[in-house]
C-alpha cells in the first residue's frame, strides 16, 4: 500500500544530515548511478529511498526536475497493476496522475478518470515532500526513478521506507 506522507521535513538540515551520513556511511554502490554521470546529466537533486523507523538510506539516485518517478504495485485485492507517478519539482514530488486497470479499496471511485487502452487514468492533485510506502512480495511495488527499475521490496528487506528529493550535497 502507498501512502502519502503529510509530515513537513526539515529539509535544510535533513539535507545536511544526509551529506555527511552518505559521505561516510553509505556503501559503495548505493548511490545509483553517481560514477556514471557528470553534473548536468545527474542534476542538483537526489531522490532518497530511507528506512522509516530508522531514516537509513536504502538507495540515493540522482534526480533533476521533470524526472518522472513512478511507484508501480499490484493492487491486494483486486490483484491489477496501479501505477503512481510523480515528477521532480523542487524538493518536492508532484503526482502527475494515477493508472489502474480496476476499482478496488483505495482507488479513486468517484473521481474524474479516462480511459486508455485499458487503463483508467487519473489526474490528481498533489504535491508532496515524502512519500511513505510498506512494500511488500504481494503488491511486488517497484520503484521506477526515469529509466531505472528498483525492487522496493528486495531494497528494504520487506519494511517500510519513504521517498524524498534534497538538494544534492555539496562537493
Known amino acids: 500500500m502507498t501512502q502519502v506522507g503529510t509530515t513537513v521535513r526539515n529539509t535544510a538540515r535533513l539535507s545536511l544530515a544526509l551529506c555527511a551520513l552518505l559521505l561516510l556511511a553509505v556503501p559503495a554502490g548505493a548511490v545509483a548511478g553517481s560514477s556514471a554521470q557528470s553534473g548536468d546529466e545527474q542534476g542538483d537533486k537526489v531522490l532518497v529511498v530511507a528506512d ?55 482507488l479513486p471511485a468517484n473521481a474524474d478518470v479516462t480511459t486508455e487502452n485499458g487503463w483508467f487514468v487519473f489526474d490528481p492533485p498533489g504535491r508532496y515532500a515524502q512519500i511513505s510506502v510498506a512494500p511488500g512480495d504481494v503488491a511486488n511495488h517497484e520503484l521506477r526513478v526515469g529509466d531505472e527499475r528498483y525492487d522496493l521490496a528486495a531494497l528494504s528487506g520487506g519494511e517500510s521506507v519513504e521517498l524524498f528529493v534534497i538538494e544534492r550535497c555539496p562537493t
Open 52 to 106: 522509516a523507523e530508522t531514516g537509513e538510506p536504502i538507495l540515493v539516485t540522482p534526480v533533476k526536475n521533470g524526472t518522472q518517478v513512478t511507484l508501480a504495485y499490484t493492487h491486494s485485492v483486486e490483484k491489477t497493476p496501479v501505477r503512481d507517478v510523480y515528477a521532480v519539482d523542487g524538493i518536492e514530488l508532484e503526482m502527475t496522475e494515477m493508472r489502474f486497470q480496476s476499482y478496488g479499496a483505495g
